[in-house]
């Protein structure tokens, strides 16, 4: 759907300020989960083509005439994005839920503040390995770093300076979930101790 939605509306990755800024904003699972609804919904409807500098709210209201059935505080979130980014706001809605599931005890991959990294690795898991063949395709020994770097120079993503230079290359494929887990429990942790510090 990604490739086709891309072919159709030109995308673009949001902006870092713009990623914190929804994650604040949309702090609790039922509004992410809302949200991420939306942006499925939106994928949906922009395979068939759309001006990638359109307003998701705009496009919500003109053209889908939906907005009465939103909340206003996710809508007033999503104004922050155009058509263009609705491929990265998925990732990053899909993302942030597997983040709140973890705070919430659930299990993300059964069926804050978040960087690229964290972002394509998530993306990595929930589309690659949830898949039936994934075993076959990518093998449990191999490097999480080379395999998901490589995984981003083919969409042609950028592989951010620090993981190049301090992520641990012996963490293998069989870990990945786990590695996604403490990326992020680190991370919270992280922004946790800057809010009271």
Not at 40 to 48: D, K, P, R, Y
Not at 53 to 81: E, F, N, P, W
Not at 128 to 153: H, Q
Request: with cysteine; glycine share 6%.
């Amino acid at each position: 759907m990604f490739k086709t939605v891309k072919g159709k509306v030109h995308q673009a990755t949001l902006s870092s300020l713009t990623r914190n800024a929804l994650s604040r904003e949309l702090d609790s699972y039922s509004e992410v989960c809302e949200a991420l609804k939306i942006a499925e919904l939106l994928l949906g409807f922009l395979s068939t083509g759309g001006d990638p500098m359109m307003s998701l709210v705009t496009y919500l209201q003109d053209i889908l005439k939906m907005v009465q059935r939103i909340d206003k505080h996710i809508l007033q979130a999503l104004g922050r994005c155009n058509l263009r980014h609705c491929v990265s706001l998925w990732q990053l809605l899909s993302s942030l839920r597997s983040e709140n599931m973890l705070r919430l005890k659930r299990e993300p991959f059964s069926g804050g503040n978040v960087d690229q990294w964290l972002l394509e690795m998530h993306e990595f898991l929930l589309l690659n390995l949830g898949r039936p063949r994934a075993i076959g395709d990518f093998n449990p020994a191999w490097s999480v770093k080379e395999t998901v770097c490589a995984y981003m120079d083919r969409k042609e993503v950028e592989v951010p300076a620090y993981v190049e230079e301090r992520f641990p290359a012996n963490l293998m494929m069989s870990q990945i979930v786990e590695t996604w887990k403490y990326a992020v429990t680190a991370k919270q942790n992280l922004m946790t101790e800057g809010w009271t510090g």
